[in-house]
């Protein structure tokens, strides 16, 4: 009897998963052909424009150099949601991150993958160092750390201008931007370009696949067997699903708040290392910002889930890439802002249906087995 | 005398409950009519149908002969139907008064015509014998005093056909007298009474017709006097009922635990929350701590638990563990089943075989070192859902799909599987239905012979007097009186509770 229903996959239980992101994507497609129609042009036209250019080779492999830092961060964010916590300050930890290890990386010289792993660990410590910040104050002072992080995202906005322009920026002749030395070809990370060419993959104009895209993929694996499957990410979880219920059964919860927001600190460190460590090589005036908050929509529409968050990241990317190509028939690319806020808000709205429909189905199946 | 209502053959699917089949229930004005049923046999919800809560999905609902059909409460209170909750829903910094007439206030031209009010109020309360001083806080008020307020202003909207849902789960011996004067009465000025109750001395004391409900189906209609309370309970669970008790002294000579001074001072340097808790209590015993709720026996868990700090000293097995955190007291073997299952001891939104790691996730089995054996724990959760005959499709069913006595049989079965040597049980039984009940006490008294030593806390007085070895009343966060169960009555122990005696 109860092997029958506990069965993992039933047809309505695949069709329970499915319906969300499906119901999800049709909303958000109606919303962003509203604002298309509104500025007087074709929706089909437009859709239709971007899928040619955003599935081009080149723009793909731009898709997924904008969604590996998007995933990487998102992990932080998840990091801390799992949890309970808020950590919205991955974009500072994030820019205080990448700044310190393009100074810190760029002194000295080691094996490359010594290099790149020192580099990492600047990283990391900076943004987890950063994070503490808010942690400490969570746990020694009770400040909401939503608030100190969006704080501390002003001051390490301020902070890392500071450095680079006083103390960590080269002076170049004739040049108005500012950027840390160069870092040296050892904690450099090459393209995937000559994997990509035994694959059969072309060179294109646009340059090829970061090589950090294989750290986010460890990443995502390493933190779904954390969360998933260890004693850590069991507490981790319990103290987000039912704090009170997770201190009587012995988790300290002061502890894991502060663990939980320097992890996801450190791993937010990470997330600006994808651009400097594959393309640019320093620290500069043109460092990406807004990453940190994308991570947050990306994280929100993945579920907190390793896998969820991929597949939303390449989503971001790919609507962030593609809408380039609107320009071109006259429609305003920032229609994909548009896009990802309405795919958001819908799957929102979409999975809490769905989690309510699964609760009465689960309570139906369960009054039969009473019953019997 | 004629019906004042009447359900006929009431159905209602309901997901996660079990359907009302075919629930039928006279009620006749001028009389107390009791239903009673196990947990989740139904009793709530014919109750809420008859107070347009719900709405049936097919059967009749009469009121003084005429058919109707609630759409919400409103339309029942119209019909002169009404509700006084378990939990009451007064306005705390209200006057009895403004309490009384919130939400019907009478009204004069643009104002509250107080005046008025007072007066009516004053003449109920003069009438159905419900004494109370319209004038003073909420908030001054005791259990029975509020509950009284709920009285009144069901009446003072009109109602003639009242419902009772457990109005004595939360009063002592004494304010359950008084409760009982008041249904007299009411029953005396005519009024439908339908007590909700599962206490069956109870509702043969007061009641003059009991419905029986059991799995949602009316099974038996009898008067009071023709029927004995043993005979109530084989109709409501179709079998014999378990008693609380435990047979002979298993007590050892080790202690086990031993409390010495245990304090836990207010902030505000007031009455302090436990003041010098001092008890020893031996393996193979159980001690019974007995008290109104609040009285200092949540702080009490929480200090033997380490989720809070306390002065004084707490040693397990002569070793001291005021230094250990909750886990290091956990993992020593101190099982606790809280008394909030649903706030403290569930992931309510997770799978039972992840729930079965909560409190456990420190060792095996469901532990490979830092790694989760899902394997083993979900062989470990079937295994508990098995032996507590927890009720559920399999390890995989979410626990808010759960009824509260299964969510409270996998509690106790997932405690109770590290073999703990001390056992801090928080009312154990609340909420559960009697053969859960008699199931649960089974294990407890299994445990004791083995030598586990168990501090029970329970509002249940039946069940403290059964179990206990030795009661403890705790008042106002101490130690008042130490009482022999077997020479302990439930009002003896109830006027201890509240320092009368």
């Known amino acids: 009897m109860s092997n029958a229903l506990s069965r993992k996959f039933t047809p309505s239980k695949v069709g329970l998963a499915i319906a969300a992101p499906l119901a999800a994507a049709i909303f958000s497609i109606l919303i962003s052909s509203l604002a298309v129609i509104a500025s007087k042009k074709s929706p089909v036209d437009a859709f239709k424009t971007m899928w040619e250019f955003g599935t081009t080779t080149g723009s793909l492999m731009e898709v997924i150099n904008t969604a590996t830092p998007y995933y990487i961060a998102a992990i932080a964010i998840a990091v801390t949601f799992r949890a309970g916590l808020f950590n919205i300050g991955v974009e500072g930890q994030l820019r205080l991150g990448a700044l310190f290890s393009c100074y810190i990386g760029a002194m000295f010289v080691l094996p490359p993958v010594l290099h790149v792993a020192a580099v990492f660990i ?123 219920a997770a201190r009587v059964s012995g988790v300290n919860s002061k502890k894991m708040t502060f663990i939980a927001l320097v992890i996801s600190g450190a791993i937010a460190g990470l997330s600006g290392l994808p651009e400097v460590l594959g393309q640019t090589h320093s620290y500069n005036l043109g460092f990406r910002a ?70 009465t189905l689960q309570s139906k199946e369960l009054a039969k087995v009473v019953q019997a | 005398m004629s019906v004042a209502v009447e359900l006929r053959h009431i159905t209602k699917r309901f997901p996660g409950v079990i359907a009302n089949k075919d629930v039928s229930i006279k009620v006749e004005t001028g009389t107390v009519h009791a239903l009673v049923g196990e947990n989740g046999a139904g009793k709530s919800t014919v109750m809420k149908i008859l107070y347009g809560m719900q709405r049936p999905d097919s059967g009749e609902i009469l009121v003084n002969g005429k058919e109707v059909h609630f759409k919400n409460p409103n339309d029942a209170i119209e019909a002169g139907i009404g509700m006084v909750h378990q939990h009451f829903m007064l306005a705390d910094n209200f006057t009895v008064l403004e309490n009384i007439i919130l939400g019907s206030e009478p009204k004069h031209g643009a104002t509250i015509d107080f005046v008025g009010a007072r007066a009516k109020v004053v003449e109920m309360a003069a009438q159905y014998g419900l004494d109370i001083n319209p004038d003073v806080l909420v908030e001054e008020l005791g259990v029975g005093q509020r509950q009284r307020v709920e009285i009144l202003k069901v009446l003072f909207r009109g109602a003639n056909i009242l419902i009772f849902d457990e109005p004595t789960a939360v009063l002592v011996p004494q304010e359950v007298d008084d409760l009982f004067q008041a249904l007299e009465g009411l029953r005396a000025q005519g009024m439908a009474v339908i007590f909700i109750s599962h206490k069956l001395d109870e509702v043969l004391r007061v009641a003059d017709e009991v419905t029986v409900v059991r799995q949602g189906a009316t099974v038996a209609e009898v008067k009071s006097k023709d029927v004995t309370a043993r005979q109530l309970a084989e109709l409501m669970v179709g079998s014999e009922l378990p008693k609380p008790s435990t047979l002979g002294h298993t007590r050892r000579d080790e202690i086990t635990l031993a409390l010495k001074d245990v304090s836990i001072p207010t902030a505000t340097g007031s009455r302090d929350l436990l003041s010098n808790i001092t008890f020893n209590l031996h393996a193979g015993e159980v001690v019974g701590i007995a008290g109104v709720e609040g009285n200092g026996q949540a702080e009490l868990v929480e200090a033997i638990m380490g989720l809070r700090d306390y002065t004084g000293s707490i040693e397990f097995h002569g070793t001291s563990i005021d230094e250990l955190s909750v886990a290091d007291r956990h993992d020593l073997g101190i099982g606790l089943i809280p008394e909030d299952r649903q706030r403290q001891a569930l992931m309510m939104t997770s799978p039972l075989w992840e729930n079965r790691i909560l409190g456990h996730q420190r060792g095996k089995p469901v532990m490979r070192g830092f790694v989760i054996d899902k394997k083993a724990t979900i062989d470990s959760t079937r295994t508990i859902m098995q032996e507590f005959d927890v009720r559920a499709p399999g390890p995989d069913t979410l626990a808010a799909a759960l009824s509260g006595g299964n969510q409270q049989k996998f509690i106790v079965g997932r405690e109770m599987s590290k073999a703990p040597a001390l056992l801090v049980a928080s009312h154990p039984t609340r909420g559960v239905d009697v053969g859960a009940q008699g199931a649960i006490w089974d294990v407890l008294r299994k445990a004791r012979e083995k030598g586990m030593a168990i501090v029970l806390i329970s509002a249940d007085l039946e069940e403290l007097i059964g179990m206990s070895d030795r009661l403890l009343v705790m008042l106002r966060g101490a130690i008042t009186a130490e009482l022999d169960p077997a020479k302990t009555t439930p009002e003896q122990l109830g006027s201890a509770m509240t320092g009368a005696a």
């Open chain 1, 122 to 244: 600047v990283a990391m410590t900076f943004g987890g160092l950063w994070a503490a910040i808010a942690a400490y104050l969570k746990v020694k002072r009770g400040v909401n750390e939503v608030i100190s992080t969006i704080m501390l995202n002003a001051l390490a906005g301020g902070l890392s201008a500071y450095l680079l322009s006083k103390h960590f920026a080269l002076v170049e002749e004739g040049s108005n931007n500012l950027q840390t030395k160069e870092l040296p070809a050892s904690a450099q990370i090459p393209d995937l370009m000559p994997l990509l060419r035994k694959l059969g993959v072309e060179d294109q104009p646009g340059g090829g696949v970061y090589g950090m895209f294989f750290v986010a993929v460890a990443l995502g694996l390493i933190f779904w067997f954390v969360v998933n499957r260890t004693r850590f990410g069991f507490e981790l979880r319990a103290s987000g699903l039912n704090p009170i």
């Open chain 1, 290 to 359: 807004g990453i940190g908050f994308s991570a947050i929509a990306v994280a929100l529409l993945g579920r907190n889930s390793a896998g969820g968050m991929a597949i939303s990241a390449l989503l971001f990317g790919f609507l962030e890439v593609s809408s380039r190509a609107l320009e071109l028939i006259d429609i305003a690319p920032e229609t994909y802002v548009i896009m990802q806020g309405s795919i958001l808000l819908s799957s929102v709205v979409a999975y809490e249906v769905v989690r309510r429909f699964r609760l």
